[in-house]
Structures are given as C-alpha cells and as structure tokens.
T-cell receptor, first 115, second 109 residues
Framework: DTAVSQTPKYLVTQMGNDKSIKCEQN?????MYWYKQDSKKFLKIMFS???????INETVPNRFSPKSPDKAHLNLHINSLELGDSAVYFC??????????????FGPGTRLLVL | SQQGEEDPQALSIQEGENATMNCSYK?????LQWYRQNSGRGLVHLIL?????REKHSGRLRVTLDTSKKSSSLLITASRAADTASYFC?????????FGAGTRLTVKP
C-alpha cells in the first residue's frame, strides 16, 4: 500500500486558473508537509501541519493555501496560477524511527506546468 | 531558508568506484539525514546521524558528521549503476527539516 499518495501526478493548466493538489498518508503520522522542487532540484519547504494545525508557513504567496481536513490529509490549493509556479510539488509526512528522531516520507510528487 | 548545501552539484563516476558527497549547514542541529531521489520520484530516507555521533554505517553507505565544521559527508562504496540518483542532506532543527539542492550522482556501467 502506498504510504504517502498525491493526486494528480501531472497537472497542466493555463495561467490564472485555480487548482488543487491532494495528499493523503496512511502512516498515522501527525505532521505533514508541502515542498516545492524547482527546475534546479532545490527542495524548499512551503508549509507544515501538525495535527491539522499550521506550524510552518514559509514565505509563500498567499495564492497558496493549505487545508488539512484531518491528520491524514493535507491539500494544497493554488489560486491565480502563474508561470513561476511551474515545479514539482511534494507532500511528505514525518514519523519517528523506532521511537527515535523523525524522518520524512515523501509522496511521488505532482508535476505542475503552467502555460 | 535553505540549510544544507551539497557539494558537488554533480558527480559522474564509473561503476565500482566510490562516490563522496559533502554537505554543509549553518545552524545547530539535532541530527542530519541523507535522502535519495530517483528521477521522477519522491525522496527516500537513507540514513540518519545524530549530532553526538561522528560516523555511521549502513551497508555500502558511510556517513560522517563534524559539528565543529558544520559539515557531513556521504560515501557510497563500490557504486552500482542503480545508485544513479540525486542525494540530499537534510538538517533536523527541531520543528522542521531543511533540505539542500542535492548532488546529482551518475554511475556509468
């Protein structure tokens, strides 16, 4: 079974549109994240939620709005898409290795292309 | 803000050779982790080293950590073509983890 899943895998859309990406984890983790990976492969954290509460909100345009309906889901809604939003968006959740430090489990990514 | 910075950005070696990747960071950490990303896929956790550890092994992987220099290295011994991927270090600062831009490793058969 997939631990962290994202939909859709690919998203091609026009500038100005609004789109959502969904993420679900079945690992029972309390913390979930959204990352953006640009064309240079740099991975930047966007948001982090712990038990449905926002705990990290990096400098991200307010066109990006995360929503966590429950602990297992963290969706990302993007309004008024711009060309620069084209990237791969990764969802992740974090849990502890045998009670030790947290490690992250990543979804397969959503490749967003804004035309 | 970006934390881990990997070096080199790209590395190309022959199968059987060893590959060494370095990571530098800026602030205090609880632990440092290395992840691997195959092309078109999400990151996968490889190995974790705590701030009070200096070296750790896992199979063909060896990680070192020098907290005085704020640096870590990942050594992959006897590389295989299947090791071709991007490798990222990530620093655990308590509330979150910060990733660098990664090292792109190509292992030629």
């Amino acid at each position: 079974d997939t631990a962290v899943s994202q939909t859709p895998k690919y998203l091609v859309t026009q500038m100005g549109n609004d789109k959502s990406i969904k993420c679900e984890q079945n690992l029972g983790h309390d913390t979930m994240y959204w990352y953006k990976q640009d064309s240079k492969k740099f991975l930047k954290i966007m948001f982090s939620y712990n038990n449905k509460e926002l705990i990290i909100n990096e400098t991200v345009p307010n066109r990006f709005s995360p929503k966590s309906p429950d602990k297992a889901h963290l969706n990302l809604h993007i309004n008024s898409l711009e060309l620069g939003d084209s990237a791969v968006y990764f969802c992740a959740s974090s849990g502890r290795l045998a009670g030790g430090p947290k490690t992250q489990y990543f979804g397969p990514g959503t490749r967003l292309l804004v035309l | 803000s970006q934390q881990g910075e990997e070096d080199p950005q790209a590395l190309s070696i022959q199968e059987g050779e060893n590959a060494t990747m370095n990571c530098s960071y800026k602030t205090s950490i609880n632990n440092l982790q290395w992840y691997r990303q195959n092309s078109g896929r999400g990151l996968v956790h490889l190995i974790l080293i705590r701030s009070n550890e200096r070296e750790k092994h896992s199979g063909r992987l060896r990680v070192t950590l020098d907290t005085s220099k704020k640096s870590s290295s990942l050594l992959i011994t006897a590389s295989r073509a299947a090791d071709t991927a991007s490798y990222f270090c990530a620093t655990d600062q308590g509330n979150d983890m910060r990733f660098g831009a990664g090292t792109r490793l190509t292992v030629k058969p």
